[in-house]
């Protein structure tokens, strides 16, 4: 059973997992580094431990405790109760939703690992909008895309915006990095996918023309906000592919594109 103390000074050392939440730059050096990430919210921190990970605290106002309950009796990890002006003084923001857990990060697998026995995966490059990876997550876990490959410059998931956005999703879809890139889109084309770029590129074939749900294997892949898939990553895949627009539009947004074209290659597969 976690032990359940209140505190009153929001300098207090025992809850300094949860400083500075809104300083963006500090928090993607700090969390990784210290080997920890912030779960916001009860589904959310329900879902994190559903998954397996660890928590090393719990920090909530006194009015969520009783809603959080039976997560205080089962975990032996501290809980932190506070007032909402408290939280708000030590994370920099309002807590709306009243309960954060700071929980353990895991050693990420090897991306042949999770390659081999995936048949629908997903590669982003420099996908660095924390909203943006968590709306693709929260999207590959509901359209059943197996595992997500995240070049070294995306951003990560389990920053506390993308894990929010996702409702706890980062934690369903398995995924890895690949160190070298574009070089280790070769290792996923030697695993037996076929690599498809989607672009708004008027040399891409349409998706569904393409087909992906009758491949074998696939691995999508996808282009930050705005700027797509750089040139080395275009060159690198098999395919191009894109969604059919109309009325003028020529691209979606990340997230959007991402729903779309999930669908397009897991259709007609059974989701779990």
């Not at 719990?58 to 089962?74: G, P």
């Not at 408290?86 to 309002?94: D, F, K, M, R």
């Not at 894109?242 to 669908?263: C, E, K, Q, T, W």
Request: proline fraction near 6%; charged fraction near 25%.
């Amino acid at each position: 059973m976690a032990e359940l103390i209140t505190i009153d000074d929001p300098a207090d050392p025992r809850l300094g997992d949860y400083t500075c939440l809104t300083d963006v730059e500090l928090r993607r050096r700090r969390e990784p580094a210290e080997g920890l990430f912030i779960a916001e919210g009860e589904k959310v921190i329900r879902r994190a431990r559903y998954s397996g990970y660890q928590m090393r605290s719990m920090l909530l106002s006194a009015k969520w405790v009783d809603t959080m309950r039976d997560v205080i009796d089962e975990v032996p990890a501290p809980v932190y109760a506070v007032s909402p002006e408290v939280a708000e003084q030590v994370t920099g923001y309002h807590v709306h939703r009243g309960a954060l857990a700071s929980m353990e990060r895991r050693p990420l697998p090897d991306a042949a690992e999770l390659l081999a026995d995936a048949r629908r995966v997903v590669v982003m490059e420099a996908v660095n909008d924390h909203t943006n990876i968590g709306a693709v997550f929260r999207s590959a876990a509901a359209l059943g895309m197996d595992a997500v490959l995240l070049s070294p410059d995306c951003a990560d998931p389990l920053y506390r915006r993308s894990v929010k956005v996702s409702m706890g999703a980062v934690f369903s879809v398995p995924y890895a990095r690949l160190e070298q890139w574009p070089r280790d889109l070769e290792t996923v084309r030697e695993r037996g996918f076929r690599l498809l770029a989607l672009t708004p590129d008027a040399k891409a074939e349409d998706i569904d023309v393409v087909a992906p749900h009758r491949m074998e294997r696939v691995a999508l892949m996808l282009g930050a906000e705005g700027e797509g898939l750089s040139t080395r990553a275009l060159v690198a895949a098999d395919q191009w592919v894109r969604i059919p627009m109309a009325h003028g539009v020529d691209s979606l947004n990340v997230g959007a594109a991402a729903a779309v074209a999930f669908y397009a290659v897991t259709a007609g597969r059974p989701v779990a």
